[in-house]
């Protein structure tokens, strides 16, 4: 729970406010840009929210934020509603889980509803509220984990929907050793028709990337939307195995089609097939330029 003690100074007057346990995730900044923005390291309310939709995303900011660091002054009276409202959707089939863990940072968690089962990617915060939300929409029969860094409560999904992990071996650690598929290798897998996985090494040896549909590429931490340079581009300062390998697998992943990025940590990007490959190939430029400015 957010602490009106904590308050930072710099939050705008009003009901909504950030206190100071923000570990600077920036969760809520793309969530809900037009109520949070970052002052010194920090996010903080900036503008507070005027009509019903910046309200609701506010307050889906606020169950989203991993340290619990926003409040209100006043309790909020529509919360039932705000939990109702999860997953959010991002297309027909593909929606956003929120509740991100602070185990992961504030990684970004997404659900595919399929028929043939549906693809919970990357672990959110274990929630009743949002456990309920992902049951009624047909539970999760698959756990898709593109890296180390972003299994959160995985255990707790698998006890609570019997789903199956997969995690590549070379990202396997003492607390993922029970999961139920260990990909393998550094060629492409396809699991299903609809789904490619594709091994990325470089933020993590065995980071993965999953296209599904040929259209979404759930990216983890493996490339993601800079608005600050208007491409995609990969984090230089997070890189924890390779970023030789990592410009590698960017190259080997330019050749695939997408519409959509949805990346564990930074902005998410959807544009055209076309425009979608001059931005990867930007970002391989930008990558292979050691004093590019930074993206973040
Ligand atoms: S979501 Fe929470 S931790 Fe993340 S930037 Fe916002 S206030 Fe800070």
């Given at each position: 729970?957010?602490?009106l ?9 009003g009901?909504v ?8 995730c ?5 969530m ?6 970052r ?5 903080v ?10 309200h ?6 606020l169950?989203s934020?991993?340290?619990a ?10 919360i039932?509603?705000?939990q109702?409202s ?7 089939t593909v ?9 992961s940072f504030?990684?970004a968690?997404y ?10 990617v990357?672990?959110p915060?274990f929630?009743?509220?949002?456990v ?5 929409l ?6 898709y984990?593109?890296h180390?860094?972003?299994v959160?409560?995985?255990?707790k999904f698998?006890?609570r ?13 003492a ?7 260990r990909l393998?290798g ?10 490619r996985?594709?091994?990325?090494p470089?933020h993590?040896?065995?980071h993965t990337?999953l296209?599904?549909q040929?259209t979404v590429?759930f990216?983890?931490?493996?490339v993601?939307?800079s ?5 995609l581009?990969?984090?230089r ?5 390779s ?11 330019a ?5 959509w990025?949805?990346?564990?940590h ?22 292979q330029?050691?004093d590019?400015?930074s993206g973040?």
């Open positions: 729970m957010a602490q003690t904590q308050r930072r100074p710099e939050n705008v007057a009901n406010y950030v206190d100071r346990t923000c570990i600077d920036d969760t809520c900044r793309w809900a840009p037009e109520v949070f923005q002052v010194d390291h920090q996010s309310v900036y503008h507070q929210p005027q009509t019903e939709a910046q609701l995303r506010a307050m889906q900011a169950l934020c991993p340290t660091s926003i409040g209100t002054v006043e309790k909020p009276e529509d039932k509603t705000v109702a999860f997953p959010i959707p991002i297309t027909e929606y956003h889980c929120g509740y991100h863990a602070e185990t504030g990684a968690s659900l595919i509803v399929r028929p043939e089962g549906n693809v919970l990357d672990s915060r929630s009743v509220p949002l309920n939300q992902l049951e009624a047909g539970g999760v029969r698959y756990l984990l593109t180390r860094d972003d959160a409560d995985h255990q698998h006890d929907f019997g789903c199956d992990r997969l995690l590549h071996e070379d990202d396997i650690t607390r993922t050793q029970g999961v139920e598929h393998a550094t060629k492409p897998i396809d699991f299903a028709d609809d789904l996985i594709i091994p990325v470089g993590t040896k065995g990337v296209l599904y040929n590429l990216s983890g931490d493996h993601a939307w608005d600050k340079l208007k491409h581009y990969a984090f300062g997070a890189c924890w195995y970023w030789d390998e990592l410009i590698i697998s960017m190259k080997n992943l050749d695939y089609d997408f519409e990025v949805l990346p564990g930074g902005r998410r990007h959807h544009a055209s097939r076309e425009e979608m490959r001059q931005s990867m190939q930007r970002c391989i430029e930008w990558m330029k050691p590019a400015p973040w």
